[in-house]
């Protein structure tokens, strides 16, 4: 079965590039859905189911821990599972993400394989 | 501060540009980049033409990181990272370029976090424009790490002082347009 995934970046250019990865990793791929913020994120999964969730941490309007309480607290959509993919590397963040309920986290700068071996994790 | 400590802060922090610029590069866009001598000045960057992207830290350390390259090599940069080419200096070279600045602070922010805790990290700004400068308000000291790669110059500038609790804002940094 195809994986629908929502990627959540206020950078085109790292949606882009998860984008690519996607594309290359070893996963059925289906539809990619993007967000530019958490805010935009949670409207589009009011009309569109996903998989994945992959999203940054740090972002204008709503950011990533945010959406992951908004996400985590839906039950709509709180079994999604969601992996963070962010410059923030201290152990307080990744903690945080942990404790909302994140089951991966990736820090920027990425390789392809940091990527597909999280998503080999939960696939 | 004596001048013997203040001199390892500098040499930590140059350290910290580089390692966090060079992984940045090998990892995104798979370049090798060749240092240039480090910096230390008054002075903000110099007028350029090009981009200047712009990012805030706050808490232990309060200031700005800076990350300027001609236009050609922006164009060339978003190029490889992207891998599609670009032509001008368009909206995704320029959020590649403030992408790029966000990973090089953002690693040397978490560097500076395992010495002294949390810090907090701006959204990138970026700028784009012929002979202008960027100024921060006061008279600190800029760290300017310079590279090479694909034929062209980048620097990776670096204004930070010792923050006090409850400073949660960085320093404004004020950008002037020159004629």
Not at chain 1, 63 to 81: C, E, H, R, T
Not at chain 2, 1 to 28: A, C, D, N, P, W
Not at chain 2, 77 to 90: C, F, G, N
């Amino acid at each position: 079965m195809a994986l629908d995934v929502l990627i959540v970046d206020d950078s085109a250019a790292i949606r882009k590039i998860l984008h690519r990865v996607l594309v290359q990793a070893d996963v059925p791929l289906g539809r990619v859905v993007e967000a530019g913020d958490g805010a935009e994120a949670l409207a589009a999964l009011k009309n569109q189911k996903v998989g994945l969730i992959l999203s940054d941490i740090n972002m204008p309007n709503m950011d990533g821990l945010q959406l992951l309480s908004a996400v985590k607290a839906d039950v709509a959509v709180k079994d999604i599972p969601v992996i963070m993919v962010t410059t923030e590397g201290g152990s307080s963040k990744v903690m945080e993400a942990v404790n909302l309920g994140a089951v991966g986290y990736v820090r920027k700068p990425f390789t392809a394989e940091q990527i597909k071996e999280k998503l080999a994790g939960i696939i | 501060m004596e001048e013997r400590e203040r001199y390892m802060e500098q040499e930590q922090l140059v350290g910290m540009i580089r390692k966090s610029t060079h992984e940045v590069f090998e990892t995104m866009l798979g370049l090798t980049l060749d240092d240039g001598e480090a910096a230390i000045g008054q002075a903000a960057p110099a007028p350029i033409d090009g981009v200047v992207a712009i990012i805030g830290l706050a808490g232990c350390w309060v200031g700005t990181g800076t990350f300027s390259v001609t236009a050609e090599g922006a164009r060339k940069i978003a190029s490889q990272m992207l891998m599609q080419e670009y032509t001008a200096v368009d909206e995704e070279v320029l959020d590649a370029l403030g992408e790029i600045t966000n990973m090089i602070v953002g690693n040397v922010k978490t560097a500076l976090e395992e010495q002294c805790g949390a810090m907090g990290l701006s959204i990138p700004t970026v700028i784009y424009g012929r002979n202008f400068t960027t100024r921060s308000v006061g008279r600190n000291e800029w760290i300017v790490v310079p590279f090479h790669c694909l034929g062209t110059k980048v620097e990776v500038h670096l204004c930070l002082i010792q923050g006090h609790e409850n400073q949660h804002m960085a320093r404004q940094t004020a950008i002037l347009t020159m004629q």
